[in-house]
């Protein structure tokens, strides 16, 4: 069976510092992972997506994620956090086989400080 | 614009009502999802049709009961509305079915049960 654990429900970062939003992951198959963003009252965004290809990925905004098969983790980060960082972050994880179906982790809240 | 489209936006009804939620994608995607999203920001997937026949049907009481007209199309009727049925509900499509595929996300329905 497939799980997603996010490990971080909060973050709060200062703008102009690094982010990083932990994921760590849980497949019976070799995985796609996904990173999505959901700002306050909008629908879900792609940030990012590992299919197998190479294990550092880079995303839109800046974002980048790395695949670490013998950590089970897929961390998020980002170098410079801007207040438009501001947001819901989703780690999902889906099998490249069997039931292709998202699994989500619970989310974790990014706070930009000024 | 390419799109994953809902209406309504907000929906606001009285427990046992029933009420739809349409979703429409003009993105030429094969499959089509709804999620539901609760209170703390978990995200689930309560169906899924690939060219108009469900393939994901979790485990959703059956007031839910979605329809798929075409490909493109995909609604979803609720009957005898609960107060535990609020939440946001998310359509998305991904072009087939597989794991690797990217969903993209409507803007979200709430619906507000009182």
């Known amino acids: 069976a497939q799980s997603v654990t996010q490990l971080d429900s909060h973050v709060s970062v200062s703008e102009g510092t690094p982010v990083l939003l932990r994921c760590n992951y849980s497949?019976?198959?070799?995985?796609?992972l996904f990173w999505y963003v959901q700002h306050p009252n909008k629908g879900l965004q792609l940030l990012l997506k590992?299919?197998?290809?190479?294990?550092l990925v880079k995303g839109i905004n800046g974002f980048e994620a790395e695949f670490k098969k013998s950590e089970t983790s897929f961390h998020l980060t980002k170098p410079s956090a801007h207040m438009s960082d501001a947001a819901e972050y989703f780690c999902?994880?889906?099998?490249?086989?069997?039931?292709?179906?998202?699994?989500f982790g619970t989310g974790t809240r990014l706070k930009v400080l000024a | 614009d390419t799109a994953v489209s809902q209406t309504p936006k907000y929906l606001v009804t009285q427990m046992g009502n029933d009420k739809s939620i349409k979703c429409e994608q003009n993105?030429?995607?094969?499959?089509m999802y709804w999620y539901k999203q609760d209170s703390k920001k978990f995200l689930k997937i309560m169906f899924s049709?690939?060219?108009?026949?469900?393939?994901i049907n979790e485990t959703v009481p059956n007031r839910f009961s979605p329809k798929s007209p075409d490909k493109a199309h995909l609604n979803l009727h609720i009957n005898s509305l609960e107060l535990g049925d609020s939440a946001v509900y998310f359509c998305?499509?991904?072009?087939?079915?597989?794991?690797?595929?990217?969903?993209?996300f409507g803007p979200g329905t709430r619906l507000t049960v009182l």
């Open positions: 998305a499509s991904s072009q087939t079915w597989k794991g690797t595929d990217t969903q993209y």
């Open positions: 497949s019976s198959y070799s995985p796609s």
């Open positions: 590992y299919t197998s290809a190479a294990t």
């Open positions: 999902v994880v889906t099998p490249v086989s069997g039931t292709y179906k998202y699994i």
């Open positions: 993105l030429g995607h094969d499959t």
């Open positions: 049709y690939n060219n108009k026949e469900l393939i």
